[in-house]
């Protein structure tokens, strides 16, 4: 107010006064109300300087946002395909690993379950099976076991068992020991074998049964009469029919001649297998694991075994438990020297299991000493060691093959190792990993 009062003081002093001069003053001095009044209301909605620094730079270009890409440089892909190359490194051992202990795992619980039955055999019928490779244990089991067992059925199984008159210990063999035991005989204890449930069943001329008139004891006495039965109640062991190795028939026709249910070797004794397509669970009785037979072998002779060109050969295992010889005398033959040492489960029996590879091993026999005689290869469980037995030493030690260790078959000209996997019913797992 006192700009103005002055400025018009001076103003009417003023002789040269332009009356636009005090419209000037006039018009700044409404301004300056205004901008009081707009100084003196509440700001509801102020703008930050921030902002309003902004708007003072609108023509300030604006950042511009970085391009994304759309694929990887070539180092990154290089750092990428080494770390998956590292991940890979580390984690297949480890599930080839677990896929290994899994499948080792089953099958010993698989022996154990066929150990099981086993003991279960025994409890039944006062004995346990024996392994098939002695007519006499064979006759004297199946006499205790079932003492009214008609003669109809027996000499059926004289008949099944011998060839030419002579027992054929291969005909029912240790891997074929299992299904035929513990697969269960009929109720009726005078046809144990080929009774309702029992092993074998009737198929004669494909029209004719069992107990026809016509149907002579000589007939009941052939085997070529029988097939494999599969519908067996009394099995102690569930046998998954996929593993057992019989043949298909053509249900739509006769079930003589070929079209009978027979095993994969063509007569009437199956093998249980690991798989499908497997090796056989391989069955030893004690009482005859130091079995001589001089039939067996083309007529050459030899010791208790399994042998398959398939899925290879196998003997009992022994033990490092060894019998001293006292008489410091050199053994006399290979059967003196093979008592050197005692065998696992002396007083049971052993199942074996090829393992993983399906195969037992390469090696039955071989000449260590040179003397072109071939001695029985065994090997010692746990040590590993092989035991060859053979006249010309005095003591158990003198026995082993010094050039092999860990069930390896190197010593013998095979490099595949087949018994190292070797699953047993007294191995915590493989032989091998049980090796000290």
Same mark, same amino acid.
């Given at each position: 107010?006192?700009?103005?009062?002055?400025?018009?003081?001076?103003?009417?002093?003023?002789?040269?006064?332009?009356?636009? $001069?005090?419209?000037?003053?006039?018009?700044?001095?409404?301004?300056?109300?205004?901008?009081?009044?707009?100084?003196?209301?509440? $700001?509801?909605?102020?703008?930050?300087?921030?902002?309003? =620094?902004? #708007?003072?730079?609108?023509?300030?270009?604006?950042?511009?946002?970085?391009?994304?890409?759309?694929?990887?440089?070539?180092?990154?892909?290089?750092?990428?395909?080494?770390?998956?190359?590292?991940?890979?490194?580390?984690? @297949?051992?480890?599930?080839?690993?677990?896929?290994?202990?899994?499948?080792?795992?089953?099958?010993?619980?698989?022996?154990?379950?066929?150990?099981?039955?086993?003991?279960?055999?025994?409890?039944?019928?006062?004995?346990?099976?024996?392994?098939?490779?002695?007519?006499?244990?064979?006759? #004297? $089991?199946?006499?205790?076991?079932?003492?009214?067992?008609?003669? =109809?059925?027996?000499?059926?199984?004289?008949?099944?068992?011998?060839?030419?008159?002579?027992?054929?210990?291969?005909?029912?063999?240790?891997?074929?020991?299992?299904?035929?035991?513990?697969?269960?005989?009929?109720?009726?204890?005078?046809?144990?074998?080929?009774?309702?449930?029992?092993?074998?069943?009737?198929?004669?001329?494909?029209?004719?049964?069992?107990?026809?008139?016509?149907?002579?004891?000589?007939?009941?006495?052939?085997?070529?009469?029988?097939?494999?039965?599969?519908?067996?109640?009394?099995?102690?062991?569930?046998?998954?029919?996929?593993?057992?190795?019989?043949?298909?028939?053509?249900?739509?026709?006769?079930?003589?001649?070929?079209?009978?249910?027979?095993?994969?070797?063509?007569?009437?004794?199956?093998?249980?297998?690991?798989?499908?397509?497997?090796?056989?669970?391989?069955?030893?009785?004690?009482?005859?694991?130091?079995?001589?037979?001089?039939?067996?072998?083309?007529?050459?002779?030899?010791?208790?075994?399994?042998?398959?060109?398939?899925?290879?050969?196998?003997?009992?295992?022994?033990?490092?438990?060894?019998?001293?010889?006292?008489?410091?005398?050199?053994?006399?033959?290979?059967?003196?020297?093979?008592?050197?040492?005692?065998?696992?489960?002396?007083?049971?029996?052993?199942?074996?299991?090829?393992?993983?590879?399906?195969?037992?091993?390469?090696?039955?026999?071989?000449?260590?000493?040179?003397?072109?005689?071939?001695?029985?290869?065994?090997?010692?469980?746990?040590?590993?060691?092989?035991?060859?037995?053979?006249?010309?030493?005095?003591?158990?030690?003198?026995? @082993?093959?010094?050039?092999?260790?860990?069930?390896?078959?190197?010593?013998?000209?095979?490099?595949?190792?087949?018994?190292?996997?070797?699953?047993?019913?007294?191995?915590?797992?493989?032989?091998?990993?049980?090796?000290?």
């Amino acid at each position: 107010m006192l700009l103005v009062g002055f400025a018009r003081i001076r103003f009417s002093q003023n002789q040269n006064f332009d009356p636009t $001069h005090l419209f000037y003053f006039q018009s700044h001095r409404r301004v300056l109300r205004k901008l009081r009044e707009a100084d003196d209301r509440p $700001h509801h909605f102020p703008v930050p300087r921030v902002a309003m =620094n902004a #708007r003072s730079n609108l023509l300030q270009p604006a950042p511009v946002a970085p391009k994304t890409r759309s694929a990887f440089t070539l180092v990154e892909m290089l750092v990428v395909i080494s770390i998956i190359g590292i991940l890979a490194a580390v984690l @297949i051992p480890a599930v080839t690993n677990a896929v290994r202990t899994a499948r080792v795992t089953s099958l010993r619980l698989e022996i154990t379950a066929l150990e099981g039955a086993v003991e279960q055999y025994q409890q039944k019928h006062g004995d346990y099976p024996p392994d098939f490779s002695s007519w006499a244990i064979v006759e #004297r $089991h199946y006499r205790k076991a079932f003492p009214r067992m008609s003669t =109809n059925d027996y000499e059926l199984l004289v008949n099944m068992l011998h060839s030419s008159g002579t027992y054929d210990a291969t005909q029912l063999d240790r891997g074929e020991v299992l299904a035929w035991t513990l697969g269960g005989y009929s109720d009726d204890t005078q046809r144990p074998f080929t009774g309702p449930g029992g092993p074998l069943a009737w198929t004669g001329d494909g029209t004719n049964s069992y107990g026809d008139a016509t149907v002579t004891d000589l007939d009941r006495q052939n085997p070529a009469n029988f097939q494999v039965n599969i519908d067996r109640p009394n099995a102690l062991m569930d046998f998954e029919t996929s593993r057992l190795d019989y043949s298909e028939v053509n249900d739509g026709a006769a079930m003589i001649g070929s079209n009978r249910r027979l095993s994969s070797d063509g007569d009437l004794f199956l093998s249980f297998r690991s798989d499908s397509e497997g090796a056989p669970f391989v069955y030893f009785d004690s009482r005859t694991y130091t079995l001589y037979d001089p039939n067996v072998s083309s007529g050459a002779g030899d010791f208790n075994g399994y042998g398959s060109s398939t899925y290879g050969y196998v003997r009992p295992y022994l033990s490092t438990n060894a019998n001293q010889n006292r008489s410091g005398a050199n053994y006399t033959d290979q059967a003196a020297a093979l008592g050197a040492w005692q065998f696992v489960n002396p007083n049971t029996f052993q199942i074996i299991s090829a393992g993983l590879d399906n195969n037992f091993g390469a090696t039955a026999s071989y000449d260590v000493n040179g003397d072109s005689n071939n001695e029985p290869i065994y090997f010692q469980y746990d040590s590993g060691a092989a035991i060859a037995p053979r006249a010309g030493v005095a003591t158990p030690t003198d026995l @082993i093959v010094s050039s092999v260790s860990k069930y390896q078959e190197s010593a013998f000209g095979d490099i595949e190792q087949y018994p190292a996997d070797n699953i047993t019913n007294f191995s915590n797992g493989t032989v091998v990993d049980d090796v000290p």
